[in-house]
């Protein structure tokens, strides 16, 4: 869904996190318990500095008047962060995330968790956080991400259904939602997604 969206966006260039990057690569062998941290907040941590290095690289995009579309922003870190540890964490992870530059609008597909754990059940490996009770959890704060990210806008989609017809879901809550789909800076616009009862975050061109 991210990729297609950033295909029908003009000039538009598709990212994901956690990125490729040295760092990146890093937090997947991690999820992939092929890293063992004593220490879970580290992975946060670990999330942030990828975050900011992953964000000069979209402003330089936004810069250059390209569209960008990510699947995962620190929305996905917030709810797997309090999930796992608690709202007591909750300022924290927004505090070592608030020099990544902000989406102009963040997509949150929500899907009945039993198709959720139907898809999981098909996957050979898993990470560290794909277990229903962890899933569970994660979901019921996605259903809260105006209250986890006050100040940005989100988008809420039902993601039950064919490809196309999210697709077509996912058009019409952006064209419908309150507000310019643009780019604050008035150069490219960031759009960020997040999956699963999932969000994507969005940045386009004015």
């Not at 059940?121 to 794909?130: T, V």
């Amino acid at each position: 869904l991210a990729t297609r969206l950033a295909s029908t966006l003009s000039n538009a260039v598709y990212e994901r996190e956690p990125t490729p990057e040295p760092i990146g690569q890093m937090i997947s062998t991690v999820l992939r318990r092929q890293i063992v941290l004593e220490d879970p907040m580290a992975l946060q941590m670990l999330f942030a500095a990828d975050r900011l290095e992953h964000s000069g690289r979209i402003q330089k995009t936004l810069a250059d008047g390209r569209d960008v579309v990510c699947d995962r922003y620190d929305l996905s870190s917030i709810t797997h962060a309090v999930a796992l540890l608690g709202t007591d964490v909750l300022d924290w992870v927004r505090e070592i995330n608030d020099r990544a530059i902000r989406p102009d609008v963040t997509i949150v597909l929500h899907l009945p968790f039993e198709v959720c754990a139907a898809r999981l059940a098909l996957r050979s490996q898993r990470d560290i956080f794909e277990h229903e009770e962890m899933q569970q959890k994660i979901r019921r704060l996605y259903a809260q991400a105006e209250y986890l990210l006050p100040n940005d806008r989100v988008v809420h989609v039902n993601a039950d259904g064919s490809p196309d017809v999210v697709f077509a879901r996912v058009l019409s809550a952006l064209e419908g939602s309150p507000g310019p789909f643009r780019s604050r800076s008035g150069s490219g616009g960031f759009l960020g997604r997040r999956g699963r009862d999932t969000s994507r975050s969005a940045r386009r061109r004015s």
